[in-house]
């Protein structure tokens, strides 16, 4: 069955960076787009951004510009979402999602907490 | 930006009709989705492309969308149906967009 394993929780200072993978399994993985989610905590969700696995076409929301950098290795099927100048209001559940077209995801990782604090 | 409008929360009785709606200026000419959030869990794929339900999905959910508006319909709704659920869609500038969310509440 598809399924996306994400990476254990981070906890980073302001300014820092961060780097979560997104392991993938029982599918093609060069097939489908990679998209990255966030919800902060008691909040909604919020896109952030997709890589193609096999063109390395990406996109991002425009308030990531300049700090969200996407990465695919089909060799182990994962994906990579490094977000730097980490700020407190970056905190949030991250989450990827497999992407059966431009258009939408289907099936989602776990979740990689990351929490920014002094 | 892009914005999607859906309502902060949704009560409905067990066994009735709960519906939910997704406004935004773009949807006449973007499909609409649909995804369901347990509390601390990850989100699932409830409707796709406004209107069609993924196979493991129960046949009380469904999807419509008409003008600027889209509606996620629950046909006897179910105590294990509670949670947040978000309408998304893409726009040309903006990319992808969540709604606000929609809290249900079965009771």
């Known amino acids: 069955q598809v399924r996306l394993v994400q990476s254990g929780a981070e906890v980073k200072k302001p300014g820092a960076s961060v780097k979560v993978s997104c392991r993938a399994s029982?599918?093609?993985?060069?097939?489908?787009?990679i998209n990255w989610v966030r919800q902060a905590t008691g909040q909604g969700l919020e896109w952030m951004g997709w890589?193609?696995?096999?063109?390395?076409?990406?996109g991002y929301a425009h308030k990531f510009h300049g700090r969200i950098t996407f990465r695919t290795d089909a060799s182990i099927r994962t994906a990579y979402l490094e977000l730097s100048g980490l700020r407190p209001d970056d905190t949030a559940v991250y989450y990827c999602?497999?992407?059966?077209?431009?258009?939408?995801?289907?099936?989602w990782g776990q979740g990689t907490l990351v929490t920014v604090s002094s | 930006s892009y914005e999607l409008t859906q309502p902060p929360s949704v009560p409905v009785s067990p066994g009735q009709t709960a519906r939910i709606t997704c406004s935004g200026d773009?949807?006449?000419?973007?499909?609409a989705y649909w995804y369901y959030q347990k509390s601390g869990q990850a989100p699932i794929l409830v409707i796709y492309?406004?209107?069609k339900r993924p196979s493991e999905i129960p046949e009380r959910f469904s999807g419509s969308s008409s003008g600027t508006m889209a509606t996620l319909t629950i046909s006897g709704a179910q105590v294990e149906d509670e949670g947040d659920y978000y309408c998304?869609?893409?726009?040309?500038?903006?990319?992808?967009?969540f709604g606000g969310g929609t809290k249900l509440t079965v009771l």
């Open positions: 999602a497999r992407g059966p077209s431009p258009e939408y995801f289907d099936f």
């Open positions: 029982g599918y093609t993985f060069t097939n489908y787009d």
């Open positions: 890589m193609s696995p096999s063109s390395h076409n990406s």
């Open positions: 773009a949807l006449p000419k973007r499909y």
């Open positions: 492309e406004d209107d």
């Open positions: 998304y869609s893409t726009d040309n500038n903006a990319g992808g967009v």
